[in-house]
Nanobody, 117 residues
Framework: QVQLVESGGGLVQAGGSLRLSCAASGSIFSFDLMGWYRQSPGSQRELVATITKGGSTNYADSAKGRFTISRDNAQNTLYLQINSLKPEDTAVYYC???????????WGQGTQVTVSS
C-alpha cells in the first residue's frame, strides 16, 4: 500500500513563503500524475497544481505565478513552493498520486497552512 506523507505546513505571515513536501513510501516514478489539492473550512477540496510523469505542469488560476510544483523521482518526493502567501491560501494541503493502468488514486493526510494578515 502506497503511503504519502506531507510536511512543511505551518503558520506564516502574509507575504511569506513555504515549501511543502510529500514523501512517498515507494518510487514515485510509477505515478502517472501527482498533484497538490487544498481544502479550507466550509469549502470543497480544490486542485492547486499537478505534474505528470514527464514533468508537464498544470496550475489552477489562483495558483499561477506564486506556486511551483516539482517532483524529485530520486528522492521519491513531491514539492510545492508557495511564495507571496495570502490569507486566502489558508487551508489543509493534500498530496495526491495517481496511476492510470490499473487505476489507482492515493491521498496523503494533509498539512495545515495558515497565513496571518
Amino acid at each position: 500500500q502506497v503511503q504519502l506523507v506531507e510536511s512543511g505546513g505551518g503558520l506564516v505571515q502574509a507575504g511569506g513563503s513555504l515549501r511543502l513536501s510529500c514523501a512517498a513510501s515507494g518510487s514515485i516514478f510509477s505515478f502517472d500524475l501527482m498533484g497538490w489539492y487544498r481544502q479550507s473550512p466550509g469549502s470543497q477540496r480544490e486542485l492547486v497544481a499537478t505534474i505528470t510523469k514527464g514533468g508537464s505542469t498544470n496550475y489552477a488560476d489562483s495558483a499561477k505565478g506564486r506556486f511551483t510544483i516539482s517532483r524529485d523521482n530520486a528522492q521519491n518526493t513531491l514539492y510545492l513552493q508557495i511564495n507571496s502567501l495570502k490569507p486566502e491560501d489558508t487551508a489543509v494541503y493534500y498530496c495526491n498520486a495517481q496511476k492510470y493502468l490499473p487505476p489507482r488514486n492515493y491521498w496523503g493526510q494533509g498539512t495545515q497552512v495558515t497565513v496571518s494578515s
